[in-house]
């Protein structure tokens, strides 16, 4: 069974009635419900967020999901190229080779200040969601881009293609990387981000202060693959009071489904 919080001490979706009574025993006027699939417990949570407040989500906030560890996910960076690949096809406009050049990123991000009322906000909290995506994942030719999504029409949602390594992984990473430097430039400081990606959200909310403590490698002894990414995503995070949200993708949430459009998109530009 599933769990849905859709108002309470952090809202998601919970796996078991434990990690459920945690959110809402206590709590003013909780909402939870039971369901027996993970999609409808996300509709119910979804079908108020943007209305519900998030108390005490606290700084990297995390709803719960089942985790992998991070020695099975450095493996499957590496794995066979059908691991992971863009998750709806799209037409490649040319079979360009891509850039595995290590890409130094500047630490500052300026943009058109943008009006409060052009977002979208769950309490006081501004709501985004971010995905990646990569064709042909571990070959040659593999192409991924980078979507940030803000609300229709927004002048921050942005459709990039990825610089770099040419992963699924790192895909999702940079796509939340986007997203908090486009909120520090409009000095937002609270930030509700919705993923699809368990793996990044599980790297910065978990593994990587452990990484840190054990010299950036895995549990397993390894080196971590995706080191400067995680390092970056860590920098950017720090001042600011982010609620790390999942949500499952291609389950029809329109703030996910538009991420993965954008991202489709991005992956498709030339490379620079």
């Known amino acids: 069974m599933f769990y849905a919080v859709r108002k309470g001490r952090r809202i998601g979706v919970y796996q078991t009635w434990e990690e459920c009574r945690e959110q809402v025993n206590r709590y003013p006027a909780a909402s939870f419900k039971k369901f027996a699939s993970e999609a409808d417990a996300w509709s119910f949570v979804g079908s108020e967020s943007r209305q519900s407040s998030s ?16 020695s099975y996910w450095n493996e499957m960076e590496t794995a066979s190229p059908s691991y992971s690949t863009c998750k709806r096809p799209y037409e490649q406009s040319s079979e360009e080779e891509s850039n595995r050049k290590r890409v130094k990123y500047n630490e500052t991000y300026s943009a058109p200040s943008v009006s409060k009322d052009k977002f979208s906000y769950m309490g006081d ?49 940079h796509a939340a990387c986007k997203a908090i430097e486009q909120a520090k430039s409009q000095n937002i400081k609270k930030l509700v981000l919705y993923t699809d990606s368990k793996f990044t959200i599980n790297g910065v909310t978990s593994w990587v202060d452990n990484w840190k403590n054990n010299g950036w490698r895995t549990s397993t002894g390894k080196d971590v693959i995706n080191k400067e990414d995680f390092e970056r995503l860590d920098k950017l995070s720090e001042g600011m009071e982010i609620q790390w949200m999942h949500v499952p993708g291609h389950a029809g949430f329109t703030g996910n489904e538009a991420a993965d459009r954008l991202a489709r998109e991005g992956a498709g530009k030339q490379n620079f």
């Open 125 to 173: 909290s501004v709501v985004v969601y971010t995905d990646g995506c990569c064709s042909s994942n571990g070959r040659r030719k593999a192409r991924a881009g980078v979507g940030v999504y803000w609300g229709p029409d927004h002048p921050l949602n942005t459709s990039d293609r990825l610089s770099g390594r040419q992963t699924n992984q790192r895909a999702e990473i």
């Open 55 to 70: 108390h005490s989500a606290g700084i990297n906030g995390i709803s719960s999901l089942s985790q992998k560890s991070d």
